[in-house]
């Protein structure tokens, strides 16, 4: 038996099903999350559903989180989506869950729950959703509303088509998904709307940013820079991306100041591997995108040079 036929088995075996994510949640956290609940749903109606999760305002164009009471738990089956490690699942309740089932497209880096299906050469979460569902599509039911979510995830991780985990299999999946009658360009929109304190936010990353001979560069955005432009911390994953327009620019670390202290460290490269150096720091995440945390300058400058070391070998390497 496959072990997505396993996961088939466990879901049609449990009554309640609960569904959680990472913390911080991204597109794809909330897609692959809420897109499952859709199918599981349309295709299950008897079956108790749910989502859970701290939850973002910004994201609210996808979806809604449920409501879940505790006492659920203990005889539940909770699914966890694109969360790499345990300690990034949001919401400590999934821990009670009767089973838990990993399913995730990072590197595993932490193998957990009674079963575990991890893709990491997926471009996205969603686009194992849709695996799943046609892995099964004689008992599944997709419906609009998850198609529209699943296309939305694919979008977001794969920076609309452009990431290299972009493959022919994932714009196959777009085109199924697209022959539902959702308004894709809708959610293209949606996924890249900016406000404009983030827009001038971007200003700030582009004047201030300091890149070395190799292409390493990095921003700073401490808490007085996000005050002046009157945004949250989460609020700057739009300007994550940006370094990565610049020609003469590589691999590059974003660092965002926290408010309880520390400094929130988000890396991304377009060459040389970053994930191992996020691992180093509390972090970990794609081969050319992840996260980490430093505690202070003095980390800061660790995580910087360390970026530095990894773009330098690799132009040596050229
Ligand atoms: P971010 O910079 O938060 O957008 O994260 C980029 C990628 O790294 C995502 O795939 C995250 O799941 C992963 N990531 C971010 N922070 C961490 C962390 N502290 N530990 C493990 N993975 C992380």
């Known amino acids: 038996m496959s072990v997505q036929q396993e996961i088939f088995q ?16 991204d597109p794809d956290a909330i897609a692959s999350q809420c897109g499952l609940k859709e199918i599981l749903k349309a295709s299950f109606p008897q079956k108790n559903i749910y989502t859970a999760g701290s939850f973002n305002d910004g994201l609210k164009f996808l979806a ?10 203990p005889d539940a089956l909770v699914i966890v989506v694109d969360t790499a490690n345990v ?5 400590e309740h999934f821990k009670k869950g009767k089973k838990l089932i990993k399913i995730d497209h990072h590197p595993n880096d932490e193998s957990y729950g009674d ?29 609009t ?22 493959t022919a299999k994932t714009f196959e999946i777009a085109s199924f998904l697209l022959t539902f009658p959702f308004n894709a360009s809708l959610i293209s929109r949606e996924l890249s709307t900016i406000s404009m304190k983030v827009a001038k936010l971007s200003g700030y990353v582009y004047q201030n940013i300091n890149v070395d001979e190799n292409g390493a560069a990095y921003v700073l955005l401490s808490t007085k820079i996000l005050q002046k432009y009157g945004v949250t911390e989460f609020e700057t994953s739009a300007v994550v991306s940006l370094p990565g327009m610049i020609e003469e620019v590589l691999s590059w ?3 965002v100041e926290k408010a309880e202290g520390g400094f929130r460290a988000r890396l991304r490269s377009k060459g040389p591997a970053i994930n191992e150096i996020a691992k180093r720091y509390d972090g970990g995440g794609h081969l050319l995108a992840s ?15 360390e970026i530095q070391d990894a773009a330098k070998k690799w132009r040596d390497k050229k």
């Open 64 to 73: 809604q989180m449920d409501k879940v009471n505790d006492n659920l738990y």
């Open 115 to 143: 079963l575990l299906w991890v893709e990491p050469k997926a471009s996205s979460t969603s686009e194992l959703i849709v695996y799943f569902y046609l892995a099964f599509k004689d008992q599944l039911k997709m419906t």
């Open 253 to 255: 670390v974003i660092f």
């Open 145 to 166: 509303e998850a198609a529209r979510l699943l296309y939305a995830g694919i979008v977001g991780d794969t920076g609309r088509f452009l990431y290299p985990a972009t």
């Open 10 to 25: 466990m879901i049609k075996d449990f009554e309640t099903i609960i569904i959680h994510r990472h913390e911080r949640p």
């Open 291 to 305: 996260g980490a945390g430093a505690k202070n300058y003095e980390e800061v400058q660790k995580i910087y040079h």
């Open 87 to 91: 300690t990034r699942i949001s919401d």
